[in-house]
């Protein structure tokens, strides 16, 4: 390839973030000068992308939320639409995000554009009639977890399974002594970390439950460190509030960002469902998973659903490894409970730990070099560079 490679590029939320740092890195070390242009966060941003807009501006999540911003939304589309198709890139990669991404990418394509979509959408859970649109819309889909490959090749769409950068990046074993020590936590007294989230609507409906149990929690037991990684600084604050308002004499260590840390210095984590789930499987944590939105989209999304889990550690075991809370279940009470348990059952500690060693290697590929070769095949079959 001796021309300058100009790559489109678009993630919508911090776990994308992540993936499309990890692929530019890869991409920039096998071509220096390849420019990138899109939407990311900062730490594709510390990769040389100029992001179009900020984005925490996509970050939103349900079916009824994303309406209220819908007319912001539709603008950003259109603007990165008209940017692609008056400067073809020699590829445009969508990085999860498929209710914003694939309608960009359809349009993108149509020109002839070649069109990577990265992370699975959950056709295997929800609304699968999405296949047809994401084979109008996808030259190829890169996944990050093996069983989602026969979807696609039963659908015809050309597909890789590159597996998941975080398996790659968290060592095997993982050294809790000196997680504690990096943070100033006590050694020998039990600490659970609280990761409510890190958008605002999320952190708004679990945090109060969260901290609620957190209380209850410390009046069982003085001793227990309680730390909460906050995702960023509004976040921060979003939190510091509820605190003065409602828990002002609840004695939590509050870290910025280092949410890695802070899970791999914890003995039982309470956690909101998404990526961070799967990186403290990969910590191997005792874990409390739950899931919140607004009743009005709970009530479209739950009709629709195919599978009986929502958390990435029981789907990807295909079976129960952790406890799910789900809406109304996420309450102080029945999260103490299921945090008690978590704290006392060591047998199941031990069994846990087999099922997540066994995803932990399934999952270690090496992915971002594997994402980054799929791209540069795709490049090449679609262009003489």
């Known amino acids: 390839m001796s021309k300058v490679l100009r790559i489109g590029i678009l993630a919508g939320e911090s776990s994308g973030d992540i993936l499309g740092a990890g692929l530019m890195l890869v991409l920039k070390s096998q071509h220096p000068q390849v420019i ?15 992001s179009m807009v900020p984005m925490e501006s996509l970050s939103v999540m349900g079916l009824i ?24 890139p020699d590829v445009f990669i969508g990085i999860d995000s498929p209710d914003f991404n694939l309608n960009i990418e359809k349009q993108l394509k149509l ?7 990265y992370v699975s959408p959950s056709v295997w859970a929800w609304r699968s009639k999405r296949i047809h649109k994401i084979a109008r ?7 990050l977890f093996p069983f989602e490959e026969a979807i696609y090749e039963k659908n ?3 597909v890789s ?4 950068p975080l398996a790659d990046l968290i060592p095997i074993e993982i050294d809790k002594i000196s997680a504690v020590q990096g943070l100033g936590l006590k050694q020998d007294t039990p600490i659970m970390a609280l990761l409510p989230g890190s958008r605002e609507g999320e952190v708004g409906r679990l945090a109060p439950e969260f901290l609620e149990c957190a209380s209850l929690c410390m009046q069982h037991d003085s001793e227990l460190q309680i730390v909460i990684p906050c995702a960023n600084a509004a976040r921060r604050q979003q939190i510091e509030v509820l605190l003065f308002d409602k828990f002002p004499t609840l004695n939590i260590t509050m870290v910025d960002g280092q949410s890695r840390e802070v899970m791999a210095a914890a003995d039982v984590i309470l956690i909101a469902s998404g990526t961070a789930t799967l990186e403290a499987l990969l910590l191997k944590k005792p874990m409390l998973v739950c899931y919140k939105m607004s009743a009005l989209s709970y009530a479209f999304i739950s009709r629709m659903l195919k599978v009986p889990y929502f958390s990435l550690p029981n789907l990807l075991a295909g079976k129960v490894l952790v406890e799910e809370k789900v809406q109304s279940e996420v309450n102080a009470e029945a999260l103490f409970h299921g945090i008690q348990a978590l704290f006392q059952d ?6 846990l730990n087999l099922e997540y060693l066994k ?9 971002n070099a594997r994402a980054a070769e799929a791209v540069l095949n795709l490049i090449t079959q679609g262009r003489k560079l």
Request: proline share 5%; with cysteine.
């Open 161 to 164: 399974c590159v597996g998941h």
């Open 156 to 158: 015809g769409i050309a």
């Open 346 to 351: 060591k047998n199941k500690q031990v069994e």
């Open 359 to 367: 995803i932990h290697r399934l999952l270690r590929k090496n992915a």
């Open 137 to 143: 819309s996808v030259d190829l889909m890169l996944t």
């Open 36 to 50: 990138f242009e899109g939407i990311g966060g900062p730490l594709m941003s510390a990769q040389g992308l100029q």
């Open 65 to 88: 939320e994303p309406l209220k911003r819908l007319p912001e939304l539709l603008r950003v589309r259109k603007k990165i639409v008209k940017h692609f198709l008056d400067n073809e």
């Open 111 to 117: 020109s002839g554009i070649p069109i990577v979509h």
